[in-house]
């Protein structure tokens, strides 16, 4: 308060003369009479962005992984180039930007709400691309979350057939929430719970270095849990690896129905023999089409219902509606004191019924796209129990293309594979 | 025949993918630019003090840049002295800055020079909010490009009061207060 006195004078010479233009400018400026010159700022460019680097070393890895799993059909080379990954886009670059978080940059570029550069968009196409021709080999040996999970996946048990596809509608949640909270511009979910980026980067809050530590251990039995039961990326890449056009077989030639591999995928994705099925009769067929097509729209209805019911709930993400609570709180009593955030608004120039109606828009907004998602998920169901239903007949193991990561533990466990490899040694 | 009916549809709908694909790409890449990064517009700070708390680095990224060009050169310094302090002096119980990160010295009749240490500031905001309630606020934070790590989400942006956080264009990668002709402050 001294300080005040003693710079009443000075603040009041300066409103005299009238030399503040600009409400900071307290004080003029001064001329030197020494010869004295301003010291340079130091405004360093940015060193490493997400640079082109990246981008070639993202492709190189991705072919890589393509041609050690399509024809090299080699384990321990595939984990081996999981090991790097882990260690270039892990731990040295301490795993961001990954495609997995990629997709949120490009939602909001599809919106228009932000420039997305080439790098971030290549992060985003190129493992969907190489999904398409060549299976999920991103999630095999490029994926920095999918690597750290395979390396502590030593002894995965396999889950129930049922347990795991109930589980597998998670990630289906979790892309429609990921969309939501990007279209209404709430932030990005899948960065803020990223289990793995704190261990990448030696630094995390505790809850989140918790979740992390406890998605790990569950991964010492269960395979992969992140990416099976929660990643949202990967729902785009077994929509893509569903209609490769290769993609990793158990066996290099024709199965001979040994049932050596039948537990060899802790991940779930091979497909077992149907050989009792008889197929569907014309009739039978058009019955359960009849019926499935009848079920989609009660099922998208279900869902766009409960978005319409659930939307306040999730809408208290966004930033301005919790602010808008929180002075509306403020003013009827509820709290007690301040947070940072509505001190910060408090001193600003919006007033209260800007902020209120800003967050009622913001609400609106909410209404109706959460109510898509719900349809969305509604259709999800639909079309997961018409595969379940219409599975067609199959006489060989094989790998079920959506879930298989391509990681090649399968490999081994085939006789054929390893006949091919006795009778070239013989050869030579 | 029905094999082939049934690779030329499989053909069809990968294509139809990558068409689809490539249009999301087409689209989200139509207004496309460089890189960008993350900056804090000095208008909008409000100084709570979070950069330094919720940077993922420790020390943050943010620091706190002084734009000689609108400083007062001031004796009696807002961004330097504390409110209480005894006397203007580089003692340190009269320092703001937690850190000591700020150092003084004397120009001439009645002039000094404040430098900020950068591998001393921690981002608090102390001596921004000094400035900016008994100065020219020409102290002000700003995300230090080179140790920035450019997460894709910005802890900080996210937990920003002011929503002064926001990616501007890696190539003008700072938002610095300059003088203009008329003395105003600007970006």
Redesign the interface.
């Known amino acids: 308060?001294?300080?005040?006195k003693?710079?009443t004078p000075v603040l009041a010479a300066a409103a005299l003369f009238g030399?503040?233009?600009?409400a900071?400018?307290?004080?003029?400026?001064?001329e030197?009479?020494?010869g004295?010159t301003?010291?340079e700022?130091?405004?360093?460019?940015?060193?490493?962005?997400?640079?082109l680097w990246d981008t070639v070393l993202l492709a190189a890895a991705l072919g890589l992984a393509a041609w050690l799993v399509l024809k090299r059909r080699s384990r321990p080379a595939v984990f081996g180039l999981t090991l790097c990954s882990l260690a270039y886009f892990g731990f040295w670059r301490?795993g961001?930007?990954c495609p997995v978080?990629?997709m949120?940059?490009?939602a909001e570029?599809?919106l228009?709400v932000?420039?997305?550069?080439?790098?971030v968009?290549s992060f985003f196409?190129l493992p969907?691309?190489f999904a398409?021709f060549f299976g999920r080999v991103f999630c095999a040996a490029v994926c920095p979350l999918g690597a750290i999970q395979e390396v502590v996946a030593v002894r995965p048990v396999m889950l129930p057939r049922a347990v795991d596809r109930v589980l597998g509608f998670v990630p289906y949640i979790y892309l429609a929430l990921t969309i939501l909270a990007v279209s209404t511009g709430s932030?990005?979910l899948i960065?803020?719970y990223d289990p793995f980026v704190g261990f990448f980067?030696l630094?995390?809050s505790l809850n989140m270095f918790l979740a992390g530590g406890v998605l790990l251990l569950t991964g010492l039995f269960i395979g992969r849990p992140y990416c099976r039961f929660l990643c949202p990326y990967g729902v785009l890449l077994g929509?893509?690896s569903r209609?490769?056009?290769w993609h990793a077989s158990i066996t290099p030639r024709e199965c001979i129905q040994c049932r050596l591999c039948e537990n060899a995928c802790p991940y779930g994705a091979i497909n077992i023999p149907t050989p009792d099925k008889t197929p569907l009769t014309a009739k039978e067929g058009a019955r359960k089409l009849g019926v499935l097509l009848a079920l989609t729209p009660i099922l998208i209805a279900i869902g766009a219902l409960t978005g319409l019911f659930s939307y306040p709930m999730l809408a208290r993400i966004h930033?301005t509606v919790q602010l808008a609570s929180r002075i509306a709180g403020e003013e009827a009593g509820r709290y007690q004191g301040m947070?940072?955030?509505s001190?910060?608004?408090r001193?600003?120039v919006k007033t209260q019924d800007e902020l209120y109606a800003e967050a009622h828009a913001i609400r609106a907004d909410f209404k109706w796209k959460t109510a898509l998602c719900g349809a969305f998920l509604g259709l999800v169901i639909a079309v997961t129990l018409a595969s379940l239903s219409m599975a067609g007949c199959r006489d060989d193991y094989e790998t079920d293309r959506r879930a298989c990561v391509s990681c090649a533990r399968c490999f081994p466990y085939c006789p054929v594979e390893k006949d091919e490899v006795a009778v070239a040694e013989q050869k030579t | 025949m029905s094999t082939d009916k049934a690779i030329r549809r499989r053909d069809f709908i990968r294509a139809a993918a990558a068409l689809g694909v490539g249009g999301a790409l087409w689209k989200a890449a139509a207004p496309a630019s460089g890189a960008t990064v993350w900056q804090i517009d000095p208008q909008k700070c409000v100084q709570c003090g979070r950069c330094a708390t919720e940077c993922v680095l420790n020390p943050s990224a943010v620091k706190c840049v002084h734009s000689y060009q609108i400083c007062g050169y001031c004796d009696l310094c807002g961004g330097y002295l504390q409110p209480s302090a005894k006397a203007r002096t580089t003692g340190a119980e009269n320092e703001l800055c937690p850190m000591s990160a700020i150092s003084r010295t004397f120009i001439e009749d009645p002039f000094f020079q404040y430098i900020i240490d950068e591998s001393l500031c921690v981002g608090c905001g102390k001596c921004v909010k000094g400035c900016a309630l008994f100065g020219n606020s020409s102290l002000y934070l700003q995300v230090k490009q080179d140790l920035c790590v450019h997460c894709n989400e910005c802890a900080i942006a996210k937990a920003c009061p002011g929503d002064a956080y926001r990616r501007i264009p890696a190539e003008e990668a700072y938002l610095l207060k300059t003088r203009t002709e008329g003395g105003n402050a600007q970006e």
Request: with cysteine; hydrophobic share 45%; charged share 15%.
């Open positions: 308060m001294k300080l005040l003693t710079l030399g503040v233009a600009w900071e400018f307290r004080f003029p400026m001064p030197f009479q020494s004295y301003y010291p700022m130091h405004t360093p460019m940015p060193g490493r962005t997400n640079d301490q961001c930007i978080g990629s949120q940059n490009v570029g599809i228009g932000e420039v997305v550069s080439i790098a968009l196409l969907l691309i398409l932030g990005y960065c803020r980067r630094g995390a929509w893509m209609f490769s056009k930033p947070t940072i955030e001190e910060a608004f001193a600003g």
